[in-house]
């Protein structure tokens, strides 16, 4: 059932506006036609979590590169600050604008519900971890990701990470969580 902008409405205000008219020959809302394409994939492969998370992650690939959005931020300059963007009354998926202040950082932290995340602006330093036996998380890979670049978490085994911005500049990134973190996690989510 397609996503209707009073839906969209009703669960967030939009932060984000269209610079000029968008890529030529957009129609559509692009992020309106993105939200009705991610509650399609999650409707149509429930309990086929990397496929939909593979699938989600090429549409936000296209929707970051191919089209001129601009989220605007909300954060006080320094902070790690979360912006819900819409939650998707179908499905539970949510879609949420992340402002990562100078030198903030995450910590190592797990989890349980699959994420898809494209950097707008800035750059931030991603490790992923593993778990060995119930010992302390191991570090499995470390990397930076640059505006356009789009990752993922994938649980149970691709679930572990810490997310920081080295830099003095604030950095975005726009996450699709399969749910909305604070319904899952509690009143301060990690991200
Ligand atoms: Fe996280």
Request: aromatic letters at 8%; hydrophobic letters at 35%.
């Amino acid at each position: 059932m397609p996503v209707t902008k009073n839906e969209a409405r009703a669960a967030r205000p939009r932060r984000y506006r269209l610079l000029g008219a968008g890529r030529k020959g957009d129609d559509v809302d692009p992020f309106l036609q993105f939200l009705q394409q991610v509650r399609e994939i999650v409707e149509a492969n429930e309990g086929r979590t990397a496929r939909l998370v593979y699938r989600i992650a090429e549409l936000l690939d296209t929707l970051i590169n191919d089209h001129h959005l601009d989220f605007a931020s909300s954060a006080e300059p320094g902070c790690r600050f979360g912006e819900l963007l819409y939650e998707d009354p179908r499905t539970g998926f949510a879609v949420v604008l992340l402002s990562w202040g100078a030198e903030s950082s995450t910590a190592i932290h797990e989890h349980t519900t699959w994420d898809v995340f494209g950097i707008l602006s800035g750059r931030l330093c991603i490790r992923n971890y593993t778990r060995d036996a119930g010992t302390e998380p191991v570090l499995v890979a470390e990397f930076e990701a640059r505006p356009g670049d789009v990752t993922y978490l994938v649980p149970p085994d691709q679930a572990i990470h810490q997310i920081a911005n080295p830099a003095r500049d604030l950095a975005l990134s726009l996450h699709v969580y399969e749910s909305n973190l604070e319904r899952t996690y509690g009143d301060q989510p990690e991200g």
